[in-house]
């Protein structure tokens, strides 16, 4: 039998009623605040990622999907593809404000929470002037999102600074680790070799931790208002946080805030504010722009499948199959759902209801229909009685008397 890839997953509908009920709440939420949905394409150039993720991200060094013997790649995150859509249709730093969501795919060593191909729900917003107080408002959005799926999270912050800060303080890191060389791990040493010491602050090697901990600390090269705004707004709005100086981020277009939401060890959101990526793709306007992605997957495996809808059963006794039919897609077409499979005989649909867990049965016989009327009987309390089927198509709820 063919496996699936090392990596992917089968999304059965237990499993999949939960991913799908966590995208429509955080679309809600986004929805509220006037972000529109955008889809953008799964595959695209490999250089937008060197030019946007950087050339010695892990990512692009070793995570990415490659199309043989083309340019192009499988998507791994959604936020450089967005921008490049956004340059390529509102070149006049018009404000946007955008959700997405879809598959994106990393080639890292699978484990629990991680995959190769993984489902990110994301909100961008582009063109809006450089604001701490727009920060918080996309800390704001993202925190009400786990809030309304009820879910537990701590807040880690940091600030990275603008890109000059930021130059001047891998600088002092580099000539910190190049002090040290020798106690680093061997990953940490291969991101010192390409030029990259802030991802070494990332690093999970125990090794590490030690020259991790001791290491300046990026608050001395970016200490500025902005980022005491969004911390005193945060306070405000009674939102609880914690510094991470240790936060960097993976990609190479954050500047100014930037954030993660965590459930333990697992980020559940991440983002923050990437002025400086516009720039990346050779934009002729600076467009500041701030958003996050959250990873679906692992938000999802911490929630239980949404309460069940009422589901109506449908079972025709004798030759009643075109009525059954009929009066099934009128009362889906009055939203409600209802099961019911015509290929079988009476006792069959019996057990195929009996694990579908209907609320109510309509039994559908040549006398009833006769009469005008169908049989309803309650899932749960067995109690049954005869309603009018004119009665049930004006007010379906009638039912839930039974
Ligand atoms: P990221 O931190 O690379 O950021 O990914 C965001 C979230 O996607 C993570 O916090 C995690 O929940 C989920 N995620 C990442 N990799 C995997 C994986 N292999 N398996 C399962 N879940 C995963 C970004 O992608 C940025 N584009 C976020 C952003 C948007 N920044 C600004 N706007």
Known sequence: ???KVRGTRDLFPHLSVVLKNTVKTFSEVAELRKYDYISVPTLELEKLYKRTLGEDSDIVMKEMFRIQGKELVLRPEGTAGVMRAYLSSFACAEPKRWYYHGSMFRHERPQ????REFYQFGVENIGSPTSPFLDVDLIYMARSCLLQLGLEFKLFLNYLGTTE????YTAELTEYFSRNLEKLSY???ERFRRKNPLRILDSKEPEDQELVQQAPLISTYTADTHFSLVQSTLRDLGILYEIDEKLVRGLDYYSH??????YGELTLIAGGRYDALAEQLESAATVPAVGWAAGIDRISSLLSPPPLHSVLGVV?????HSFCLKLSENLRLQGIAVVYDPSMQFKKQLQFLSKEQPTHVIFIGEEELARNTVKVKNFSTQNQREIGIEDLLEDPSIVNKI
Not at 257 to 262: D, L, Q, R, V
């Open 112 to 115: 629990s929470g991680r995959y």
């Open 316 to 320: 025709n006794i004798g030759n009643t």
């Open 165 to 168: 800060q930021r130059k001047q």
């Open 257 to 262: 805030t930037c954030f993660e939401f965590k």
């Open 1 to 3: 039998m063919l496996q």
């Open 187 to 189: 990953l940490s040493k």
